[in-house]
């Protein structure tokens, strides 16, 4: 799969509005902010992103406590949303988003089953959803992971005003 497949029309499109987009993603291992750096001029849209892999990484690069939110826990929808917003927030851009899950081969401590992953957009337009791919392959899973991320973030682009 090539890097720009799906990046290059998003990039477009945040190049043309003026609009910015910070990321933190866990399970897909840097694939989302790799896509999005791929495009030539991506230091006019991407102004930065984390690898939040760890409870550590969590609190100090997202700076994410689950103290403050103790019905929040790692790879859900609230979960997604709180790390796109900290992210976007942290960074000063339009856009955020984040992803979260369990790329396997094994699923999480949660119980999550390997090829779960919840991913969320937050800016002008804000969604988020859960995704099971029902595969135990790691590196699919990071790759669809990766796609359900942009799919979502293209969608909200050309839904906001």
């Keep these: 799969m090539e890097l720009t497949t799906k990046t290059a029309e998003i990039a477009k499109i945040l190049i043309e509005r003026g609009e910015t987009v910070a990321v933190g993603e866990s399970s897909a291992g840097g694939l ?3 896509s999005l750096l791929a495009v030539p001029g991506a230091s006019k849209y991407f102004m930065g992103g984390g690898v939040i892999y760890t409870h550590r990484a969590r609190k100090r690069l997202a700076q994410i406590d689950f103290d403050d ?26 856009w955020g988003l984040a992803e979260t899950g369990a790329a396997g081969p094994t699923g999480n ?9 919840c991913v969320a957009v937050v800016g002008p337009i804000t969604d988020v959803r859960t995704l099971e791919t029902a595969s135990s392959d790691r590196e699919e899973n990071m790759w669809a992971f990766t796609d359900e991320v942009l799919d979502i973030f293209l ?3 050309n839904r906001a005003p």
């Design 32 to 34: 989302v902010s790799a």
């Design 69 to 94: 939110h103790p019905d929040v826990r790692s790879s859900s929808e609230p979960y997604a949303s709180l790390l796109a917003e900290s992210m976007r927030g942290r960074l000063s851009a339009t």
């Design 109 to 117: 401590r949660y119980g999550d089953a390997s090829g779960h992953t």
């Design 155 to 157: 969608e909200c682009l």
